[in-house]
């Protein structure tokens, strides 16, 4: 082996091992329906630490009272519990409870 072969290194799969390291957060979509799109802007782009759930999102926009009061969550159109993971790019649709006479 010649030392040119020796030295040459393929470092693609160093670099993506580096990038998931630095990468520490995720961005999610986030669109409010209902009385709900009143109260916060209906459509956002919102940056978490990464590993989150949906509770960790509701507890940063602080939604709390919508959750106590019945709020349904999705994640990409499918309804989910608040102790889902959150992935990069998810959409989550916020859902309150329907109301009327």
């Known amino acids: 082996m010649n030392s040119l072969q020796r030295n040459c290194v393929d470092k693609l799969p160093l670099q993506s091992i580096i990038m998931a390291e630095q990468d520490n957060s995720i961005t999610v979509s986030v669109v409010a329906f209902g009385p709900l799109s009143e109260e916060i802007q209906r459509k956002q782009e919102i940056q978490l630490a990464n590993p989150s759930t949906i509770k960790d999102l509701i507890d940063s926009m602080n939604l709390q009272k919508w959750l106590e009061n ?32």
């Open 70 to 101: 019945g709020l349904t969550v999705a994640i990409n159109g499918d309804r989910c519990d608040i102790e889902k993971v959150l992935s990069n790019n998810d959409e989550i649709a916020l859902l309150p409870p329907v109301s009327g006479g």
